[in-house]
């Protein structure tokens, strides 16, 4: 399989919950995004994933690594999320089409029903954008599971850039 390993990232007061960030709020989404598209330009990314689960793919998710629902508001179990310097998109089921876009409301996250007519899935998207995405899709490793790189790769999606973005969870 092809990857890249770039060095941890991690921003202390945004891309890890804590006493300044704890609670979402449409207002520092912005800057949020701001943030994640930063580090991607500073690490030469396309895109950057951020997967609903933890490192143990536990079907009980903590509060410290509930990820999306810190970046994007969206508190639903089940979804995926992808930032890029102009996209901020959230792929989630049936089950949470209602919640999620009362969420997401407001703020620059697109909601990507999963399933529905049209609406591509992950990989597919990244594939028909990979041109203009410029660089690597960056992705958490302690997060994706071999399963999801080697059906990534399988697809002919953009290369996977191993980047612990949320290195101090």
């Not at 209602?98 to 997401?104: C, D, G, R, S, V």
């Not at 990244?126 to 490793?141: C, E, F, M, Y």
Request: glycine residues 8%.
């Amino acid at each position: 399989m092809a990857f890249s390993f770039v060095g941890a990232l991690s921003c202390p007061c945004c891309y890890r919950p804590g006493a300044l960030c704890d609670k979402f709020d449409p207002k520092t989404a912005a800057l949020k995004l701001t943030g994640m598209r930063n580090l991607l330009k500073a690490n030469s990314l396309g895109a950057y994933i951020v997967p609903m689960g933890d490192a143990h793919s536990s079907e009980y998710v903590s509060q410290a690594d509930k990820r999306v629902e810190w970046l994007t508001g969206f508190t639903g179990s089940v979804g995926i999320a992808l930032v890029t310097a102009d996209k901020a998109l959230v792929w989630t089921d049936g089950r949470y089409f209602l919640q999620a876009a009362q969420q997401l409301a407001g703020t620059e996250w697109e909601l990507m029903r999963m399933n529905e007519p049209g609406v591509p899935e992950l990989e597919e998207w990244v594939k028909a954008h990979q041109a203009s995405l410029g660089g690597p899709i960056g992705a958490d490793p302690r997060l994706v599971t071999l399963d999801f790189a080697a059906e990534w790769q399988q697809k002919g999606c953009a290369e996977l850039a191993l980047v612990a973005t949320w290195a101090n969870f």
